[in-house]
């Protein structure tokens, strides 16, 4: 079982920028692809970026290409997601993911709401 709890979510200007974190928790956490999705309002939960475990690969979805960045510490058993040029389609509940090589998710973060709004 891993336990993983988001943070850094709020409100944001058009064009600012957010650092999400998440820390994982529970018997060999390291070991899992990390990944993020988000459910904006009203609308069905989508992915957003994958990191590897070891090597580090990263993958992202359109959307988010150029602007987001995903980032893991395996010591600290942390996984961030550096979102720059934050436009309001961004605005979503934020999810962290421990996943399978596959790609589906084992496990999920409760969510932290990022808003960008002027």
């Known amino acids: 079982q891993v336990q993983l709890v988001e943070s850094g979510g709020g409100l944001v200007q058009p064009g600012g920028s957010l650092r999400l974190s998440c820390a994982a928790a529970g018997s060999s956490s390291s070991i899992f692809p990390m990944g993020w999705f988000r459910q904006p309002p009203g609308k069905q939960r989508v992915f957003v970026a994958r990191?590897?475990?070891?090597?580090?690969?990263?993958t992202y979805a359109d959307s988010v290409k150029g602007r987001f960045t995903i980032s893991r510490d395996n010591a600290k058993n942390a996984v961030y997601l550096q979102m720059n040029e934050l436009k309001p389609e961004d605005t979503a509940v934020y999810y962290c993911t421990a996943m399978r090589t596959g790609g589906s998710v084992l496990f999920w973060g409760q969510g932290t709401q990022v808003t960008v709004a002027s």
């Open positions: 990191i590897t475990t070891s090597t580090g690969i990263t």
